[in-house]
C-alpha cells in the first residue's frame, strides 16, 4: 500500500458542513492502510473479519485505560493512533479536590497542563499520568523518575508535583516514548513507505483516486445510501453504489479514469475496508465539530433505550446545551450497545461514552429520560446514581412521554373505550387486509367526495381531498390514533362499503363473521359517540404533545401549555358537552344509525339482562 502525505490532500474538497481533517483521515484512512492492504482484486475470495478499535473504545479517564500490552497484538497500533490522535486527557473545568499532605491541603493545578503537553489527569483515581509513556513505555529498562507511575499507577504526591514533572520531562524513558510516538504518527517516515519507493505523478494519481472515493463517500453519507453492494465483482452488473458511482465518475471525467487505469492496480482505494474507513473518517470530523462547539460548556443528557434489527439493545444519547448564540442546541452523540438494561451498566455506559469524548459528569446539569424505573428509580435508578456523583444533575421526565402515560391511563381505565380501541385495529386490518380492498375503499371514497362536492358538503382547493388510506394506530404513539380515527370519520360510507362486499363476497365464514360484527359495531351510538368524544380529547393532547416535542421549548412555556390544556379539557366537560351530543346525533341521523333515547332506562353494558339492578 502507498503511503500518502497530507500535503497532497489538502486541497480536497470539503465535505458539506464540515471538512476533512489530517488528524482525522490519519487515524482511519493511514492506519488500517498499514494493517490491511486495500486491494479489488480479491473479491471472489471469502472475507475475513478484521479485529478493530473503533473511537468508542476510547476511554477518557487515564485511570481507568488498560495497559496496551492487554490489548490484541493485531490492534494495538490502532489503540495507539486513537490515543495519540485524541490527545491527553485535560478537564481544566473541573474543581480538582484537596488533600491534606504535610500540614496543609495540596491539590493538583490546571496550570500545569499548559506547561507539560503530556500531562493528564484521572477523575476516577485523583491521579496525574503521562499519555506518552502510556503508549510506549518499555517496561523491561530501569525505570526513571516514575515512568511507570505515570504509565500505570498514576501521581498524587501535589506537594512535590512540578519538581517531579520537570525531571520527568526530561527523562531517558520519557523522551524516548515521546520520540516514539512523533515517529509512528509520521507517516513519511513508515517503513512501508521507505520500502516502496513513487514518483511525482504516480502520487498525483493516488489523490485524484483518493479524492474521487471521497467525493463518492461524502455524497452518499448526506443522502444515507447504503455502499456495499451483494455482488462487487468485475462480472457483476450492479456493484452497489459506491463503486457504480465511482464508475459514472469515470466515464465522465477523463483525468479520473486515467487515473484508475494507470495506477496500481492494488491500490484502487475502492475496497469495502476504505469505504468503512472514510465514513469513519467523516463521521470523526462531524464528532469533532460537535465537541468543539459544546467543550468548557455545561450540557444535558438525553438517554432512550431500543433494540435494533439485529435484536441487540441499544443506548442512543442526545446532548443538549447551549451555544455562543443563545440558541438551546441538540446533538447527537451516538449509540452503545449495552448487554444489560439494570441501572448500573446504562450509567457505567453512560459515562465510558462521556468519557471517550472528554466530557466530564461533573459538567452535567440535566438528565431527560423516560419513566422506566431503571432510569427514573428514585434510589437505584439511572438518575439517583448519577446524583450521587453530581448533585446538580437535575432529572426530568420527558413531560411528552408524561403525557403518552397518562392519554394511555385515561383510555385503558374506561372499559368502553378500552373495548372501542380493540375493534379499531380490527377494522382497519379488515379493510386494509388486501390490495383489492385498498382500491375498493380509495375508489368509493372518490364517489363520495364527488358526490359531497357537488351538494356543496364538501369544500375544494389546493391539498384538499387528498387520496388517502387508513392509517394503523401504533401501540407507543397515542397521536398516531387520532390520525386513524380521523380517517375513519372522513371515510366512513366508504369503509361501511368495504365491509359488506366482504361479508357479501367472502367465502370464509370467519371474515363474513368478522365484517358483519364490525359492521354491528360502528353502526351503534356507543361507537360513533366514543369515536367523537376521543377525537376532541386526543385533538388536545396532540398538539400539546407536538409542542411539548419541540427542542426550544423552555420548562416555562410547557407548564403554560400544560394550564392551557388542562383548562380546555375542563371547558369540555362544563359547557361543550351538549354541542358535541348535538354533532354525534347529526351524524348518526345523516348515516341511519339509532339514536336511543336518552331518557329511557337501559341496562349497563357488559351485564345480564336477566338480572336486576339493585
Same mark, same amino acid.
Given at each position: 500500500m502507498i503511503q500518502f502525505s497530507f500535503s497532497m490532500i489538502q486541497n480536497l474538497i470539503g465535505i458539506t458542513n464540515f471538512r476533512m481533517s489530517k488528524r482525522t483521515i490519519q487515524s482511519y484512512f493511514s492506519s488500517s492502510s498499514a494493517s490491511t492492504p486495500h486491494t479489488n482484486e480479491s473479491t471472489s475470495e471469502p472475507k475475513k473479519s478484521r479485529a478493530e478499535f473503533s473511537h468508542s473504545d476510547l476511554i477518557g479517564d487515564p485511570g481507568k485505560r488498560k495497559p496496551i500490552d492487554d490489548y490484541q497484538p493485531e490492534i494495538r497500533d490502532q489503540v495507539r493512533k486513537a490515543y495519540a490522535l485524541n490527545g491527553p486527557t485535560q478537564p481544566r473545568d473541573l474543581v480538582f479536590p484537596r488533600k491534606w499532605m504535610s500540614g496543609e =491541603?495540596?491539590?493538583f493545578q490546571k496550570t500545569w497542563f499548559d506547561e507539560f503537553d503530556w500531562l493528564?489527569?484521572?477523575?476516577?483515581?485523583?491521579?496525574?499520568?503521562?499519555?506518552?509513556?502510556?503508549? =510506549?513505555? @518499555? &517496561?523491561?529498562?530501569p525505570e526513571k523518575f516514575g515512568s511507570s507511575v505515570f504509565a500505570h499507577q498514576g501521581y498524587v504526591n501535589w506537594k512535590k508535583a512540578k519538581d517531579t514533572f520537570n525531571k520527568h520531562n526530561v527523562c531517558k524513558t520519557h523522551v524516548e516514548a515521546r520520540q516514539k510516538c512523533e515517529d509512528f504518527m509520521n507517516q513519511r517516515t513508515n517503513v512501508g513507505r521507505k520500502l516502496v519507493q513513487v514518483g511525482k505523478e504516480e502520487e498525483k494519481r493516488y489523490e485524484i483516486r483518493l479524492t474521487t472515493s471521497l467525493d463518492v463517500a461524502r455524497f452518499l453519507i448526506m443522502q444515507g445510501d447504503a455502499f456495499c453492494g451483494h455482488? !462487487?465483482?468485475?462480472? &457483476?452488473? @450492479?456493484?452497489?453504489?459506491?463503486? !457504480? $458511482?465511482?464508475?459514472?465518475?469515470?466515464?465522465k471525467v477523463e483525468i479520473v479514469k486515467a487515473a484508475y487505469e494507470k495506477g496500481y492496480k492494488n491500490c484502487q482505494i475502492l475496497s469495502p475496508y476504505v469505504q468503512k474507513d472514510l465514513t469513519k473518517a467523516c463521521a470523526e470530523e462531524v464528532m469533532s465539530v460537535i465537541m468543539d462547539e459544546i467543550r468548557g460548556r455545561k450540557f444535558s443528557v438525553l438517554i432512550d433505550e431500543s433494540r435494533d434489527v439485529s435484536i441487540k439493545e441499544q443506548m442512543a444519547v442526545i446532548l443538549r446545551f447551549v451555544n455562543d448564540?443563545?440558541?438551546? %442546541?441538540?446533538?447527537?452523540l451516538g449509540l452503545?450497545?449495552?448487554? &444489560?438494561?439494570?441501572?448500573?451498566?446504562?450509567? !457505567?455506559?453512560?459515562?465510558? $461514552?462521556?468519557?471517550?469524548?472528554?466530557?466530564?459528569?461533573? %459538567?452535567?446539569?440535566?438528565?431527560?429520560?423516560?419513566?422506566?424505573s431503571n432510569m427514573r428509580g428514585e434510589f437505584n435508578g439511572v438518575q439517583k446514581l448519577i446524583r450521587d456523583e453530581n448533585p446538580y444533575a437535575f432529572y426530568v421526565h420527558c413531560f411528552a412521554h408524561q403525557l403518552q402515560l397518562v392519554v394511555v391511563s385515561v383510555s385503558t381505565s374506561s372499559a368502553d373505550i378500552a373495548d =372501542?380501541? @380493540?375493534?379499531?385495529?380490527? +377494522?382497519? @386490518?379488515?379493510?386494509?387486509?388486501?390490495? $383489492?380492498?385498498?382500491?375498493?375503499?380509495?375508489?368509493?371514497?372518490?364517489?363520495?367526495?364527488?358526490?359531497?362536492?357537488e351538494n356543496g358538503e364538501t369544500m375544494t382547493g389546493r391539498g384538499l381531498n387528498q387520496e388517502s388510506g387508513l392509517a394503523r394506530p401504533g401501540d407507543t404513539r397515542w397521536g398516531s390514533h387520532l390520525k386513524t380515527l380521523l380517517r375513519i370519520l372522513? $371515510?366512513?360510507?366508504?369503509? +361501511?362499503?368495504?365491509? !359488506? +362486499?366482504?361479508?357479501?363476497? &367472502?367465502?370464509?365464514?370467519?371474515?363474513?363473521g368478522g365484517a358483519l360484527g364490525l359492521i354491528g359495531k360502528m353502526e351503534s351510538f356507543d361507537f360513533v359517540f366514543i369515536m367523537h368524544l376521543m377525537i376532541e380529547l386526543l385533538g388536545m393532547t396532540d398538539i400539546l404533545s407536538s409542542a411539548l416535542q419541540r427542542k426550544d421549548q423552555d420548562i416555562v412555556e410547557a407548564m403554560h401549555l400544560i394550564t392551557d390544556v388542562k383548562d380546555s379539557l375542563q371547558d369540555l366537560r362544563e359547557n361543550r358537552w351538549e354541542p358535541l351530543l348535538k354533532k354525534v346525533k347529526t351524524f348518526c341521523e345523516k348515516n341511519e344509525i339509532e339514536v336511543p333515547d336518552m331518557d329511557e332506562e337501559i341496562n349497563i353494558g357488559g351485564t345480564s339482562r336477566r338480572r336486576k339492578q339493585k
Open positions: =491541603f495540596r491539590s493528564e489527569y484521572s477523575e476516577y483515581k485523583g491521579a496525574a499520568y503521562c499519555l506518552y509513556c502510556y503508549l =510506549f513505555f @518499555n &517496561s523491561s529498562k455482488d !462487487e465483482s468485475s462480472t &457483476s452488473l @450492479n456493484k452497489g453504489t459506491f463503486r !457504480e $458511482m465511482v464508475d459514472w465518475y469515470k466515464d448564540e443563545g440558541k438551546v %442546541m441538540e446533538r447527537f452503545q450497545h449495552v448487554e &444489560s438494561c439494570t441501572a448500573i451498566a446504562l450509567k !457505567e455506559a453512560l459515562v465510558r $461514552m462521556l468519557s471517550s469524548r472528554k466530557l466530564s459528569i461533573s %459538567m452535567l446539569r440535566g438528565q431527560g429520560y423516560d419513566g422506566a =372501542f380501541f @380493540n375493534y379499531v385495529p380490527l +377494522i382497519v @386490518n379488515t379493510v386494509g387486509a388486501s390490495c $383489492m380492498r385498498k382500491d375498493v375503499l380509495l375508489a368509493k371514497h372518490h364517489d363520495v367526495l364527488l358526490e359531497k362536492i372522513v $371515510m366512513w360510507e366508504a369503509i +361501511i362499503d368495504v365491509l !359488506e +362486499i366482504v361479508k357479501k363476497d &367472502s367465502v370464509k365464514p370467519a371474515c363474513t
